[in-house]
């Protein structure tokens, strides 16, 4: 990961991933039976909870006024940007916590038992749900999640993965450079603010070579809360996460760029010269074969459904209509050479022009032909001298063209995302 980002001390690290190592080193709990009595001072404890009429489809509050406040942390453990479909696909443990007042009691009397491990269909669970899912809203009972841990003061801990997707906002303008923003929304499904109100705590991710894409690297975490009205006046608490991908320099980034700036300067080139010379034609016909070659190519390298079109590919398009339009005027501007009757403006134009000696370097030297040669002829035949001034005019326009291309399409870098600090789960070693 780049250097500048946020990871967290030891002591965060340890209380951020308590729940994963406890939860997988305790054995899973065996279903209730309350109608068996048990040797087992846990088995017993465990039926003078949940065997005296506790129920999982009722709040946890004993006075119905009081809200369940649920803390919410968001741990990213593996990722994927599917690019057909715009699609963000994720393994994410939800370490979420609250309070169970008909859960509590003294551990003292209980053989100092101050903490134990709870199957979750055994207890009160918030029907916290992923609205913004591709397919319907994952509901936590849909996740992994066989354990929780509940402590003697009622604090319930529970860590569900689960793999999620969400549509994201796809910007393929910068290919091969892109960057796509991936925004998710959580909340209560039925239970307003007033009754379950749920609060986001951080967003962190998963720190191992194990988890990480080959294509793709997380380069922005955010989180939100917000707070929506229904039409019957009742309040819900909105979570909102969002991360931001980006592409990792590869092989897609010299093979797309390189032909492109490549056939670019062949065009440039083949501009200064003649227009009536072999070496200009031929290489003409060689660009547009070249442009069409590499559109055909890029047809399997551009993403199958891109919202824009890239940028490059819109370099390259305009590029081909410029080397077609080369073309023609090479050929009006050899037709130009064949000269016919002289315009007088056009005499004086190309008089004066004969009197700059810069002038006449430009427009009498052909130092870029194969045969290179100073063709002192060209002061007594004034249309070689337009068709001269015509191919530098069309060199100028194609040079200043080509950069406006460069500096409006073409890009070499990510847009810069701004990050206060991304948090990366580290190992506790």
């Known amino acids: 990961m780049s250097a500048g980002r946020f990871v967290p001390p030891r002591t965060f690290v340890l209380l951020g991933s308590a729940v994963v190592l406890l939860l997988n080193h305790v054995l899973p709990a065996a279903s209730l039976d309350c109608g068996t009595n048990s040797a087992n001072v846990e088995n017993r404890l465990k039926k003078s909870l949940l065997c005296n009429g506790y129920r999982t489809d009722a709040r946890p509050r004993k006075d119905q006024s009081d809200t369940v406040n649920v803390t919410v942390a968001y741990l990213v453990l593996s990722y994927e940007f599917d690019e057909p479909d715009d699609l963000l696909e994720m393994n994410v443990m939800l370490n979420m916590h609250w309070y169970d007042d008909y859960i509590r009691w003294n551990s003292s009397a209980w053989g100092n038992i101050d903490r134990m491990a709870i199957n979750a269909d055994e207890l009160w669970l918030p029907d916290f749900r992923h609205f913004s899912s591709f397919q319907n809203p994952v509901s936590l009972p849909e996740c992994t999640n066989p354990q929780c841990l509940v402590r003697s003061d009622g604090l319930v801990t529970c860590g569900p993965v689960c793999s999620l997707n969400t549509k994201c906002d796809a910007d393929y303008f910068r290919w091969p450079f892109d960057v796509h923003h991936c925004g998710m929304w959580y909340g209560m499904w039925a239970h307003s603010m007033d009754e379950v109100d749920v609060h986001g705590r951080n967003i962190c991710l998963a720190h191992g070579d194990t988890i990480v894409s080959p294509k793709w690297e997380v380069v922005s975490l955010e ?58 034609k031929t290489l003409l016909v060689v660009s547009i074969y070249c442009h069409f070659s590499f559109l055909q190519l890029m047809e399997w390298a551009l993403p199958a459904n891109r919202d824009s079109l890239p940028g490059c590919m819109i370099f390259f398009t305009n590029s081909l209509v410029m080397t077609g339009l080369i073309a023609l005027l090479t050929l009006f501007n050899c037709w130009i050479r064949s000269g016919l009757n002289g315009n007088a403006m056009l005499n004086r134009l190309t008089g004066s022009l004969s009197d700059n000696r810069v002038a006449e370097l430009i427009l009498a030297a052909d130092y870029l032909g194969l045969n290179y040669k100073v063709t002192k002829n060209e002061s007594e035949n004034s249309w070689e001298k337009r068709a001269t001034l015509f191919d530098r005019v069309l060199a100028v326009v194609s040079l200043l063209f080509y950069l406006a291309l460069f500096f409006l399409y073409l890009t070499f870098n990510h847009w810069p995302v701004v990050d206060d600090g991304m948090c990366i789960l580290q190992g506790t070693n």
């Open 223 to 280: 989180k939100d809360r917000e707070t929506l009205k229904s039409a019957h006046n009742f309040e819900y608490s909105v979570l909102y996460f969002r991360l931001t991908v980006q592409r990792r320099s590869s092989f897609e980034t010299v093979a797309v760029l390189s032909p492109i700036l490549v056939l670019a300067l062949l065009n440039l080139y083949t501009v200064w010269l003649r227009s009536d010379c072999l070496e200009r």
